[in-house]
């Protein structure tokens, strides 16, 4: 059987052969890998700097989830994150980690857009105030990533009454859909006053942009404004706030990711999660490559700048 493993963090998994698993328990599944997506998160896994890959031993798997399929009766099924070693041809798999998908599902598509669109539908089930999405004006803090874009999708079907889009780039930010309001992110890092109140901020891009933006937003008079931090696009590893800004603005803060949110949530959540995640069309910038080139795929630009599935 085909896999693949970091053998060393930092550099990209290397394809090898591995014994044929063993025959699944009574309570396990063994199923084909179809795709698995290479979205950020398997990066920072790869490179060992994600909290999930803390401490793990090498040789490693760094896969989160992915979409299988049981041959004996052609079902695709998506497997829960962290539930099996999915950079591999096989996988035996806790039935109940499995989700079955609706007939005519494109694997590519659903493995692809798990991760940018869960990232948002868990911070708004999960993370934020229950009841509060429902009619709220909701900002999304770098709205042209694709995780924003799937967060102004994701946001408009919960109920999200008003949204707002906030970039850097203009002319890309000028042509994402369903937006009512756009706002260029430059430095100093504000919100214009004639925005009117905010009710939630998905962060997908942290630093000091998160700041600016936390000490000019306008709250609603007896309303927090719900900050979720999901993302780091800054590339700036701390968010220095002020412990005054705290003490004079109505800010709730908190954030979502594995960790924030656990294995009972995503299990809450998985269903209308996929049930969105199938009706969408498979993204334009997908590249596909078979498991057995990963290692050569891995750091290409192309890979790096569109979104990489393995399909074993």
């Given amino acids: 059987m085909k896999v693949a493993r970091v053998t060393s963090w930092g550099s990209a998994p290397e394809s090898s052969s591995a014994p044929d698993l063993p025959a699944p328990s009574p309570s396990?599944?063994?199923?084909?890998?179809?795709?698995?997506?290479?979205?950020?998160?398997?990066?920072?896994?790869?490179?060992?700097k994600h909290p999930s890959a803390r401490g793990a031993a090498l040789p490693f798997d760094p896969s989160v989830d992915g979409v299988v399929q049981d041959e004996a009766t052609g079902d695709?099924?998506?497997?829960?994150?962290?539930?099996?070693?999915l950079f591999a041809e096989r996988a035996n798999v806790e039935r109940h980690m499995l989700v079955k998908l609706a007939p005519g599902a494109d694997p590519v598509a659903v493995a692809t857009l798990v991760n940018p669109v869960g990232s948002s539908w868990m911070a708004l089930r999960c993370r934020a105030l229950p009841g509060t999405v429902e009619g709220a004006t909701v900002l999304v803090l770098g709205a042209?990533?694709?995780?924003?874009?799937?967060?102004?999708?994701?946001?408009?079907?919960?109920?999200?009454?008003?949204?707002?889009?906030?970039?850097?780039?203009?002319?890309?930010?000028?042509?994402v859909p369903d937006l009512e309001e756009r706002v260029v992110l430059q430095?100093?890092?504000?919100?214009?006053?004639?925005?009117?109140?905010?009710?939630?901020?998905?962060?997908?891009?942290?630093?000091?942009?998160?700041?600016?933006v936390l000490q000019t937003v306008?709250?609603?008079?007896?309303?927090?404004?719900?900050?979720?931090?999901?993302?780091?696009l800054a590339g700036e590893e701390s968010i220095g706030l002020p412990a005054r800004l705290l003490n004079s603005r109505p800010i709730r803060i908190t954030g979502?990711?594995?960790?924030?949110?656990?294995?009972?949530?995503?299990?809450?959540?998985?269903?209308?999660?996929?049930?969105?995640?199938?009706?969408?069309?498979?993204?334009?910038?997908?590249?596909?490559?078979?498991?057995?080139?990963?290692?050569?795929?891995?750091?290409?630009?192309?890979?790096k700048t569109k979104r990489l599935v393995l399909t074993p």
């Avoid at 695709?76 to 070693?85: D, G, H, Q, T």
């Fill in 28 to 48: 396990q599944a063994q199923v084909k890998v179809v795709a698995v997506a290479v979205p950020p998160l398997v990066r920072g896994r790869a490179i060992g």
């Fill in 76 to 85: 695709l099924f998506y497997v829960n994150p962290m539930a099996a070693s």
């Fill in 218 to 232: 306008e709250a609603e008079p007896g309303k927090d404004v719900q900050y979720i931090h999901v993302g780091d």
């Fill in 187 to 212: 430095e100093p890092f504000s919100l214009p006053p004639t925005l009117g109140p905010v009710h939630i901020i998905l962060d997908f891009v942290g630093g000091r942009a998160a700041v600016g």
């Fill in 256 to 303: 979502s990711g594995m960790g924030a949110w656990g294995k009972m949530d995503v299990k809450k959540e998985i269903g209308g999660l996929l049930s969105a995640v199938v009706k969408m069309p498979r993204p334009q910038d997908v590249i596909t490559a078979p498991l057995a080139e990963v290692q050569s795929v891995w750091d290409t630009p192309e890979a």
């Fill in 144 to 175: 042209t990533s694709t995780s924003g874009r799937a967060a102004i999708t994701v946001a408009r079907s919960l109920g999200a009454a008003r949204i707002i889009g906030m970039s850097r780039n203009e002319a890309t930010l000028a042509a």
